[in-house]
Every structure is written in structure tokens, then in C-alpha cells.
């Protein structure tokens, strides 16, 4: 379970980081702009734009890699980063393109799952032991 879960997590962080490079520094390259419906003179009108959105999923990235290195038992970093690429997924998908929920909403919503079964499951298995 730690496994997949560090996987996922791992997963979400790399793709957050991705965002910060595509919109920070290649966001008029005609491929990346292309993905957005972007015409080469609207992706560099948008581009500081771009490179603020950008720098806030690089933000986003980070807390979720602070949250992942202190290895605590209270996940609440983890899952306060994992909520906050939850909801801008939401609202990406809603103002922006509709399959950023699939590569920014689902993969984050699956590793907060995660978090939330394997704490149900820690809890559940210390009810049922022994007290000593």
C-alpha cells in the first residue's frame, strides 16, 4: 500500500513540476501552445500570465514534496496540497479545458484516497489489537 501510495504521490508531484516548466518557460513553443488552442501571438500575450500559473503549480509541487519528506503520521500537509491541485483541477477544467481534470484533478484525488484509506486502515488495525 506505502508503495502505491508513495508512487501516486511521486506521480502528482512530477506532474505539477511539469506544469511549472510548460507554463513558466515553454509556453510559447508552438506544441504547448497549440494543446491550449493558443495562436503564437495569443501565447505570448498570455505568457506572463501563463508563467504566474505556473510558478503557483511549482508552489503547489513543493508543499506536496514537503508534505511527502516528513514522513509524520499526521498527513495534514499531504492532504492540504492534495486538496488545493483538487479544487484549481476543478476549476481548470470548468474555465479552461475539460481533460485538465484528468491529468490534474483524478491523479491527485487518487493519492488523497489513498491517504484517507491507509489512515482508516492504521486506525482500524490499532481498535482491533491486543492492549498490553
Not at 500559473?53 to 508552489?59: A, I, K, P, T
Request: glycine share 6%.
Amino acid at each position: 500500500m506505502n508503495k502505491i501510495l508513495n508512487g501516486m504521490v511521486g506521480l502528482v508531484i512530477l506532474i505539477h513540476l511539469a506544469f511549472l516548466i510548460m507554463e513558466m518557460f515553454l509556453w510559447t513553443n508552438p506544441t504547448i501552445s497549440a494543446n491550449f488552442d493558443l495562436t503564437p501571438e495569443q501565447a505570448i500575450l498570455t505568457a506572463p500570465l501563463a508563467a504566474n500559473q505556473g510558478l503557483y503549480n511549482g508552489f503547489l509541487a513543493i508543499g506536496l514534496l514537503w508534505g511527502w519528506f516528513t514522513k509524520r503520521e499526521d498527513v495534514s500537509i499531504s492532504v492540504f496540497f492534495l486538496i488545493c491541485m483538487i479544487i484549481a483541477g476543478v476549476y481548470g477544467a470548468v474555465t479552461v479545458k475539460p481533460s485538465i481534470l484528468f491529468v490534474q484533478t483524478l491523479p491527485a484525488a487518487i493519492a488523497l484516497l489513498l491517504i484517507v484509506f491507509r489512515q482508516l486502515t492504521s486506525q482500524q488495525n490499532q481498535s482491533i489489537s491486543p492492549m498490553t
